[in-house]
């Protein structure tokens, strides 16, 4: 991916595809520039160091379809004041109230990108903790919540003794009186660990992080002191700071959930690929075409490419499809994603019932077998 030269380190260069008639454009352009940017008409500027430096400018109007068009803005670097949720709000806060409007790209300089820093793992630090190379990795959930701790580390004990290299918690699961975080937590790893102890293996669990940020930094305390290795968490639903904070101090892989992430008319590749990226995250689920979201190869390997290519340094990010996933479908998801991927499949396991530990054995022989080596 690229990002914006050095003389210009102090813009950011959005892109929007707005629907349009083509004689508004023009107008329609500024003023998103301007509730971008101030919120404000120009005539109540008085500054003009804010009229040259701060007021975000329109780079470009380009024709798309009939009255379909991309628009390219220049928006200053320091109204993001280098955090995550205000980036969120320069790039599309007041915009995305707007139906006619679609967030479609952003590029950032390389100091702006280097400040936020990106994942702190990536894919070759999950390699490393889970001992899985050459192939994809294999990803479960556990799930339905409402079940006690004792039945959910029961069913993270099956997955690991199985061989699935990464056991998350549903994003469903929070502190719930049914499965209270500490309890749950201390329960699957232990369940984790024991099988780990049994097999030789290195599954690892990540637990779900939920809450404001003070309540998501407690459980990260008791997360690691039950041994997590790895985390879970959904930034639109806690925050992208949230996720950024974390990234910064809590010394182990983020995988970040796509909840809420729909209703932000902000494009996919951008969001879960590009800006969970930058944000910290080491891996990035995402539903994949044909399962239980209506959503297109050609999205799906869009934000794949975004979270893993090249980016001024910053390490890659792994992808994960999911959303209604089986076994059989192992060998197209390995060859539209390559080995650099981890394949989810929660549900289609768990139907399988008092034959979960078979099916389980079969999504990670199926994972192997599909080109990739133990």
């Known amino acids: 991916m690229s990002s914006i030269p050095a003389a210009d380190e102090r813009w950011i260069a959005a892109t929007y595809r707005v629907r349009s008639a083509a004689d508004a454009i023009d107008a329609r352009a500024q003023a998103i520039a301007l509730e971008q940017s101030i919120e404000a008409p120009l005539a109540a500027v008085r500054n003009a160091r804010v009229l040259r430096e701060v007021v975000a400018q329109v780079a470009s109007v380009t024709a ?3 009255d379909v068009f991309d628009v390219s803005i220049r928006l200053a670097v320091e109204t993001t004041g280098f955090e995550a949720g205000q980036l969120l709000n320069m790039l599309f806060g007041n915009t995305s109230l707007h139906d006619d409007v679609v967030l479609v790209d952003a590029e950032f300089p390389v100091s702006f990108v280097a400040h936020f820093g990106g994942p702190r793992f ?26 006690p701790p004792a039945e959910l ?8 003794r199985a061989g699935i290299d990464v056991i998350k918690d549903d994003h469903g699961l929070a502190d719930q009186a049914s499965a209270p975080f500490a309890q ?17 293996g290195r599954s690892i669990y990540a637990p779900s992080l939920t809450g404001h940020y003070g309540q998501m930094a407690d459980q990260l305390v008791k997360a690691r002191e039950a041994g997590a290795q790895m985390i879970l968490v959904a930034p639109m639903v806690s925050g992208a700071g949230s996720l950024a904070a974390l990234a910064r101090g809590c010394g182990m892989p983020i995988v970040a959930h796509p909840a809420l992430a729909g209703v932000t008319r902000i494009a996919p590749p951008l969001l879960l690929g590009k800006l969970f990226r930058l944000f910290g995250a080491d891996a990035t689920i995402f539903p994949n075409a044909g399962g239980r979201f209506s959503w297109s190869p050609e999205a799906c390997c869009a934000i794949a490419h975004a979270a893993r290519a090249p980016w001024d340094g910053v390490a890659p990010m792994l992808p994960v499809p999911a959303g209604g996933m089986t076994v059989a479908r192992v060998p197209e998801m390995h060859a539209r994603f390559g080995d650099d991927t981890m394949l989810l499949i929660g549900g289609s396991l768990l139907v399988a019932r008092d034959g979960l530990a078979a099916r389980a054995r079969d999504f990670v022989s199926a994972v192997r077998e599909s080109g990739g080596k133990p």
């Open 184 to 200: 749950r937590v201390r329960a699957v790893q232990r369940a984790v660990d024991d099988a780990n102890r049994d097999t030789g």
């Open 64 to 66: 798309v379809a009939p």
């Open 122 to 147: 990536g894919i070759a630090g999950i390699r490393k903790l889970t001992g899985a190379h050459g192939r994809p990795l294999t990803c479960s959930a556990l799930k339905p919540q409402g079940l």
């Open 153 to 160: 580390a029961a069913i993270a004990g099956t997955f690991a």
